[in-house]
């Protein structure tokens, strides 16, 4: 068949990647793509906008496109399922109704109390006074979440009246984020570990990815501002046999039974953002609507079943009784990011050393690249996602930090301590 993957970052050059493996696959086409995927063998660039509905539905139908997965976010909430749907083609990802799970966490955090599923409490604001009086009585630290999409940016966990005063602010007044933060949920602090649990979703049946875990913050040691990611690794150690079978029966499993009870069945990639709690519990942080990156990247490194055919298993309400199947090794990726990044960054910097560090045990996911003549130049925030495959955690962090060492340009900067917590966990074993 032939698939078309829409969005032009390292998740999608992931995607691209893995569905031109499956046995299913005859080529991959990417919209707009970048310098990465245009390097790749079997895959193709194409030059039109991800919100572009029309040029994209046309392609699809002149190209004879069988399957259409969205890669970002923005246009599933936008309902691009929906009008491919209304156009007679196939596309994997939720329709608008059921992307709300990611464009308002207003209505997320509604629906996971409405269907008991667990979660921090919180309270939605409009008005910036009595968000701020909710914060004096309530006490620190605290969470403040911008309402819509936000680029992953768009969380605060505050720890002073001063911080969440001045979150709130932003938001609120829409300097921040626009119009999607002029209504925010705050919400208690939970203390735990962060982890990602995604599955594929045919509206009825979740068939789990292997588990993993990011790295928000943007500097060592979870310091610093928020940013889009700035690595992970899978699987996540934190997510045992156990907790894995709790999460699915007490979280996945609900939301799409509470999705299909309120009109709108989930399809497509479900993104559970997790707390997992120091007695072992997990609850929701958010929903995102779509594969999550950096996650993707190394979890795709493990995958290996045809993913196009799950996909069209999912659109065909035929994931009951599925399975995938992976690299038991673990992948860690760390995000070489341009200097300044999540503020101000310069673009067009060449980047040296990509030739050098593809191999059996390691892969270059590009994000914000782009090919000027045969030199790939940067060209964003999030640069490259370097996935490294080995037995142990340690392992694959010493293979993708072999790879980062190789690779430069003009004031590059990343993460130094990826994985750093399964790491810990493996010495003390």
Known sequence: MKVLVTGGGGREHALAWRLSLGSSVSAVYVAPGNAGTALERNIHNVSIAVDDFPRLADFAHKEGIDLTIVGPEAPLVDGFADYFKERGLRCFGPSRAAAQLEGSKAFAKGFLQRHGIPTAASV??????????????????????????????????????????????????????????????????????????????????????????????????????????????????????????????????????????????????????????PGGEAKVIEFNCRLGDPEAQPILMRLQSDLAAACCAALDEGLQGQSLAWDERTALGVVMAAGGYPGQYAKGHPITGLDIVQGRHCKVFHAGTQLTGDAVVSNGGRVLCVVGLGKTVTAAQGKAYAAVGDIDWRDVRYRSDIGYRAVAREKRL
């Open 124 to 277: 939605t604001f409009t008005d910036l006074v009595a968000a701020k009086a909710h914060v004096h009585r309530h006490g620190l630290p605290i969470v403040i979440k911008a309402d819509g999409l936000a680029a992953g940016k768009g969380v605060v966990a505050a720890h002073s009246l001063k911080e969440a005063e001045a979150a709130l602010t932003a938001m609120l007044s829409g300097d921040a984020f626009g119009d999607a933060g002029r209504k925010v949920v705050v919400e208690e602090f939970l203390e735990g570990e962060e982890s990602s649990f995604i599955a594929l979703c045919d509206g009825r049946t979740a068939l789990p990815l292997a588990s993993s875990q990011d790295h928000k913050a943007a500097f060592d040691g979870d310091q610093g501002p928020n940013t889009g990611g700035m690595g992970a690794y899978s699987p996540a150690p934190v997510i045992s046999a156990a907790l894995h079978a709790r999460i699915m029966a007490r979280i996945v499993r609900p939301t799409l039974a509470g999705m299909a009870a309120e009109g709108a069945p989930y399809t497509g990639f479900l993104y559970v953002g997790l707390m997992v709690t």
